[in-house]
């Protein structure tokens, strides 16, 4: 396997620059994913890796070979894509084995590497199968077969579940991650979709704009997300803001308050966040709590949605803003009942005012 080493890697259509210098190290056997709105270079990104799109500049190492001119064939990667891009007229063993007929393989060393790719994907009784009488599943398991059989250095993955409904992804969420495992495999995984992010990923990518916002471990960046733009990206649901103002600072920690807000210390580690004024709060609707009396917010509940093994409501603040509250219990709520809230300050977030993203963050 590989590491892939993105080096100040920019991408121009024209006079457009969608890919603005970003600089990505992916450790050999990592799987890495990223992660962004539409249109902020993820899929470019990947396909530059791919060799299906130019370097505009930078350096792009595999395996510590510089890439930028090598063609796709000879840079030791697969890539699994959205549309499966299988045959219709071949049958899955044919589809499987079809980049090793293109090379020229034996029938042998065909038979055994399709046999071994059945196997890692438990998909032996399909083989003779033709697409037409898979699942969408099941097609992508034979897309990610034919990347199996290639023994690649790199295996690359652009949004290959957003065609599935909701059970299949959770299912091939699952043997996406046990493969990994099996082939100790370098992958990076392109999707918008934050719960496939945090729960494949050893790292992930946030990007927005064509400019890397912050790289880290799924859990680190949903407890220290470096800017606003990932705190309300990562996390379901989404994270809460409040605008309050800065009383007085001292070090990492602020005393705040507004007219929603009763006065709290709060964590203030995170560059740009100034020692007096403005600035915004975030608080995870995972954090909140109902309270009886002393609230450190107080609003009236718009809509209640009761899932069973949690509670998520919907609270109008007294300036007809809205807050998210996710209780891990079932509970009965009635539209404009009033409601206390609490939380731990110390988990609380707090951002400059205009610090929506920081480019180019570590």
């Given at each position: 396997?590989?590491d892939?080493?993105?080096?100040?890697?920019?991408?121009?259509?024209?006079?457009v620059?969608?890919?603005?210098?970003?600089?990505?190290?992916?450790?050999d056997?990592?799987?890495?994913?990223?992660?962004?709105?539409?249109g902020?270079?993820?899929?470019t990104l990947?396909?530059?890796?791919?060799g299906?799109?130019?370097?505009?500049?930078?350096?792009?190492?595999?395996?510590?070979?510089?890439?930028?001119?090598?063609?796709?064939?000879?840079?030791?990667?697969?890539?699994?894509?959205?549309?499966?891009?299988?045959?219709p007229?071949?049958?899955?063993?044919?589809?499987?084995?079809f980049?090793?007929?293109?090379?020229?393989?034996s029938?042998?060393?065909k038979?055994?590497?399709?046999?071994?790719?059945?196997?890692?994907?438990?998909?032996?009784?399909?083989?003779?199968r033709?697409?037409?009488?898979?699942?969408?599943?099941?097609?992508?398991?034979?897309?990610?077969?034919?990347?199996?059989v290639?023994?690649?250095?790199?295996?690359?993955?652009?949004?290959p579940?957003?065609?599935?409904?909701?059970?299949l992804?959770?299912?091939?969420?699952?043997?996406?991650?046990?493969?990994?495992?099996?082939?100790?495999?370098?992958?990076?995984?392109v999707?918008?979709?934050?719960?496939?992010a945090?729960?494949?990923?050893?790292?992930?990518v946030?990007?927005?704009?064509?400019?890397?916002?912050?790289?880290?471990?799924?859990?680190?960046?949903?407890?220290?997300?470096?800017?606003?733009?990932v705190?309300?990206f990562?996390?379901?649901?989404s994270?809460?803001?409040?605008?309050?103002?800065?009383?007085s600072?001292?070090?990492d920690?602020?005393?705040?308050?507004?007219d929603?807000?009763?006065?709290?210390?709060?964590?203030?580690?995170?560059?740009?966040?100034?020692?007096?004024?403005?600035?915004?709060?975030?608080?995870?609707?995972?954090?909140?709590?109902?309270?009886?009396?002393?609230?450190?917010?107080?609003?009236?509940v718009?809509?209640?949605?009761?899932?069973?093994?949690?509670?998520?409501?919907d609270?109008?603040l007294?300036?007809?803003?809205?807050?998210?509250?996710?209780?891990?219990?079932?509970?009965?709520f009635?539209?404009?009942?009033?409601?206390?809230?609490?939380?731990?300050?110390?988990?609380?977030?707090?951002?400059?005012?205009?610090?929506?993203?920081?480019?180019?963050?570590?």
């Amino acid at each position: 396997m590989a590491d892939v080493l993105l080096k100040a890697i920019k991408k121009s259509y024209g006079p457009v620059e969608v890919i603005k210098g970003v600089d990505i190290d992916i450790n050999d056997g990592e799987f890495v994913v990223f992660v962004g709105p539409s249109g902020c270079g993820k899929s470019t990104l990947l396909r530059m890796i791919a060799g299906l799109e130019d370097i505009s500049g930078g350096t792009l190492e595999i395996a510590g070979r510089v890439v930028n001119d090598i063609e796709a064939s000879e840079r030791g990667i697969a890539m699994v894509f959205q549309s499966y891009a299988i045959f219709p007229h071949m049958t899955v063993r044919e589809n499987v084995a079809f980049g090793l007929t293109i090379a020229g393989a034996s029938k042998a060393e065909k038979e055994a590497k399709v046999a071994e790719a059945a196997r890692i994907l438990q998909m032996e009784h399909l083989l003779d199968r033709r697409p037409s009488q898979l699942s969408g599943g099941q097609r992508q398991r034979v897309a990610i077969g034919r990347a199996i059989v290639r023994k690649p250095e790199v295996f690359l993955f652009d949004e290959p579940l957003s065609n599935l409904d909701a059970a299949l992804r959770l299912d091939m969420r699952i043997e996406i991650g046990k493969l990994h495992k099996s082939l100790g495999a370098t992958m990076v995984y392109v999707t918008h979709d934050q719960v496939e992010a945090m729960t494949l990923a050893d790292k992930i990518v946030v990007l927005k704009d064509g400019y890397v916002q912050q790289i880290g471990a799924p859990m680190d960046l949903y407890h220290n997300p470096a800017n606003r733009f990932v705190a309300g990206f990562i996390g379901a649901p989404s994270m809460n803001f409040l605008d309050v103002e800065i009383v007085s600072r001292e070090g990492d920690s602020a005393r705040i308050h507004s007219d929603l807000v009763s006065e709290i210390t709060v964590p203030a580690w995170r560059e740009g966040v100034p020692f007096s004024g403005r600035a915004t709060l975030g608080i995870r609707p995972q954090d909140l709590r109902t309270v009886d009396t002393g609230g450190i917010l107080q609003g009236n509940v718009a809509i209640a949605e009761r899932l069973g093994i949690e509670t998520v409501v919907d609270i109008t603040l007294k300036d007809g803003s809205r807050l998210l509250v996710s209780l891990p219990e079932d509970r009965v709520f009635e539209p404009g009942q009033p409601v206390e809230l609490g939380f731990d300050p110390a988990r609380a977030h707090l951002f400059a005012l205009d610090a929506e993203a920081t480019r180019n963050a570590a």
